[in-house]
């Protein structure tokens, strides 16, 4: 039993007891459990992107740590004017567990 979660802009495939990360989530600490409705459902016979079905599929998560993600650097120069700058950036991220697949 697969599910397609929307989570944070991105769309991510999940499985029952899956550790994945995303962009951290205001308001939300560790320890909280979120829920979260899935946008694709897949089973062994069918495949449900309907909805209506779909408000009935809950994806409980519990939020593990929060992290902050790989150091991406950038580099700026203008040749001849000695001009040259440095920067970096790190994502703050989140680590869910997929704690249970709740199908109604």
């Known amino acids: 039993m697969d599910v397609f979660v929307d989570i944070s802009g991105r769309q991510i495939r999940v499985k029952e007891g899956m550790v994945f990360s995303t962009f951290r989530l205001k308001d939300k600490k560790v320890g909280e459990q979120i829920e979260l409705t899935p946008i694709c459902y897949i089973d062994e016979n069918e495949i449900v992107t309907d909805g209506k079905k ?3 599929i809950k994806v ?3 939020i593990v740590e929060e992290k902050k993600g790989k150091k ?6 203008k040749p001849k ?6 920067y970096g950036h790190r994502d703050k991220l989140m680590v869910l567990k997929v704690s249970k697949i709740e199908k109604k």
Do not use: P, V
Not at 81 to 86: D, E, I, L, S, V
């Open 81 to 86: 004017t000695g001009y040259k700058r440095g």
């Open 54 to 56: 779909l408000k009935n």
């Open 72 to 77: 991406i650097y950038s580099f700026k120069k």
């Open 60 to 62: 409980i998560c519990e």
